[in-house]
Nanobody, 127 residues
Framework: QLQLVESGGGLVQPGGSLRLSCAAS????????IGWFRQAPGKEREGVSC????????NYADSVKGRFTISRDNAKNTVYLQMNSLKPEDTAVYYC????????????????????WGQGTQVTVSI
């Protein structure tokens, strides 16, 4: 069974950068598309980005396009989310999730398609 663990969150000033990691164990990541989601207090879960199993296709929410970059290293069984030019509104708990299908057009809303979820890592953007 695939297990996912996020890391790399923390406190950063506006304009700063963080790189989140989603490390997999139990199975190889090679067969899974991986999505990053976030949820702020009092807000609905939001899809941030998704990357296909081979890494050839990526998707981004409009709110993070041009600032965030998703990538993966299947040899290391890890997916990354590089976050630059962070804003206070990026503050949330960030989760990675895996599904054995392509990201697809509903990658950011079809939460039930994702079979495996990590426990989340807190990102706080504040002065």
């Amino acid at each position: 069974q695939l297990q996912l663990v996020e890391s790399g969150g923390g406190l950063v000033q506006p304009g700063g950068s963080l790189r989140l990691s989603c490390a997999a164990s139990g199975e190889t990541l090679n067969y899974y598309a991986i999505g990053w989601f976030r949820q702020a207090p009092g807000k609905e879960r939001e899809g941030v980005s998704c990357i296909s199993s081979a890494g050839g296709s990526t998707n981004y929410a409009d709110s993070v396009k041009g600032r965030f970059t998703i990538s993966r290293d299947n040899a290391k069984n890890t997916v990354y989310l590089q976050m630059n030019s962070l804003k206070p509104e990026d503050t949330a708990v960030y989760y990675c999730a895996g599904k054995p299908f392509p990201c697809g057009s509903g990658w950011n809303q079809a939460y039930l398609d994702y079979d495996y979820w990590g426990q989340g890592t807190q990102v706080t953007v504040s002065i």
